[in-house]
């Protein structure tokens, strides 16, 4: 003990501090945890006899109509039994190819389904989540247009705007927030959501000059609805048989017109033939810090989140074309039940053209949600004092929608 004293003693004199107090002076004290009130170690068996009892305090029976980007989805139990293999989680990040094909063959093959479904022509191996996807896909157009000004859309997801802002305003990029752009010879893109966050439907925005056209899009949509057009498009693939987790670990993409694969973030993984004529799979487009001059990198984005993306190409592979249209096809059936019956009970339901979550008024959102929590609903998310978001997937069923209308 007195010889770590000893050396942080000199520590502190060779930056010229007194006390290991002077260090730390400059962190405010509202913002400094005075003690951490930590018991005594305890041994692994009494760790687990604890979290069980806290465990048990938490009521998971809910009935669940929460969205708003976060949805409850059904996860085939061989999701995890597939991804949690040692081939795969011992190779998760393939800086050697020759050694990680079977993870390298999957990055492949989500960058496929992605692209499929988008109907664009190329995907990258995913980003974080769908906040950083609408933000690196920003900075994608303003390299592309060697323009500094983008529009977002005020009815994207409020998490994926905060997101943005962060990322623009470290890269000195302008940004404007509204309803609908408007003739601008200086923007670099148009970025909008559809389902936008208040799940209505938007038509994709017109081109008024050159700046480009951002997709943001709910990949379970799109199987019941055309794709957009646009040069790029990007999202979250939570729905992909992601659990909410808390919020997290989820997974984005960003796909877009071929023009525009170099400027893509992150990974993307080629196909080839090694010397003997064999099918290869190759990380090939790795515009990264860690492979080319830093100034010249299109994102900062290290790595991807690829057991992520493994798990929801698992997903894919496992739901199939038919798999996926029925279960986004119930999830829509049943938000438009809601909604009539909604309606028929005199609530006013603020849109007819959405996928699978809608806003409807109440007198109080806050009296509202609690009743229904109290009777083991969990109904909505506020938007304001008197609108609720709520949503349905293909966890719900007819019961729940009973359920639900039996206690307004």
């Known amino acids: 003990m007195n010889d770590i004293l000893k050396n942080s003693q000199e520590m502190l004199e060779a930056i010229n501090l007194a006390t290991l107090e002077d260090l730390f002076s400059q962190i405010p004290d509202e913002a400094r945890v005075p003690s951490l009130n930590l018991e005594d170690a305890k041994d692994e068996l009494e760790v687990q006899k604890i979290i069980e009892k806290i465990a048990k305090k938490n009521k998971n029976d809910y009935i669940y109509f929460l969205g708003g980007g976060s949805y409850k989805k059904f996860i085939p139990p061989a999701i995890s039994a597939i991804s949690q293999r040692f ?6 990040t393939p800086y050697q190819a020759e050694i990680s094909q079977g993870t390298l063959k999957t990055m492949y093959d989500f960058q496929t389904m992605i692209c499929k479904i988008t109907n664009q022509d190329v995907s990258n191996a995913s980003v974080y989540d769908g906040a950083s996807a609408c933000a690196e896909a920003i900075l994608m157009t303003c390299r592309i247009n060697k323009r500094n000004k983008a529009f977002v859309s005020s009815n994207i997801n409020p998490n994926y705007l905060e997101v943005i802002k962060t990322y623009l305003w470290a890269s000195g990029i302008e940004l404007v927030v509204g309803e609908k752009p408007v003739q601008d010879d200086e923007l670099a893109c148009v970025l909008y959501q559809s389902p936008n966050y208040y799940g209505e439907l938007e038509e994709m925005p017109q081109k008024n000059g050159k700046e480009l056209i951002i997709s943001c899009v709910d990949l379970s949509s799109l199987a019941l609805f055309e794709p957009p057009n646009s040069d790029i498009t990007v999202g979250d ?17 960003v796909a877009c017109k071929d023009a525009y694969k170099r400027q893509l973030p992150g990974r993307v993984v080629g196909k080839t033939v090694d010397k003997e004529g064999k099918e290869a799979f190759v990380l090939t487009l790795q515009a990264r810090e860690q492979h080319i001059r830093r ?18 190409t698992v997903y894919m592979d496992l739901m199939g074309e038919n798999g996926f249209i029925k279960v986004s096809q119930k999830s829509y059936d049943l938000a438009h039940k809601l909604a009539q019956s909604l309606k028929e009970k005199g609530y006013n339901v603020l849109s007819n053209n959405f996928f699978n979550e809608f806003v409807f008024e109440v007198k109080n959102a806050d009296e509202f949600l609690e009743n229904m929590r109290k009777n083991g609903i969990l109904a909505g998310i506020k938007i304001s004092d008197n609108k609720i978001l709520t949503a349905t997937t293909e966890m719900n069923d007819d019961d729940d929608i009973k359920a639900f209308l039996n206690n307004l």
């Open 87 to 92: 081939e795969f989680l011992s190779a998760y």
């Open 237 to 253: 693939f939570q729905v992909l048989g992601i659990p909410m987790a808390f919020g997290g670990p989820y997974g984005g993409f």
């Open 295 to 312: 100034e010249k990198a299109t994102s900062n984005i290290c790595s991807n989140q690829a057991l992520v993306a493994l798990c929801a």
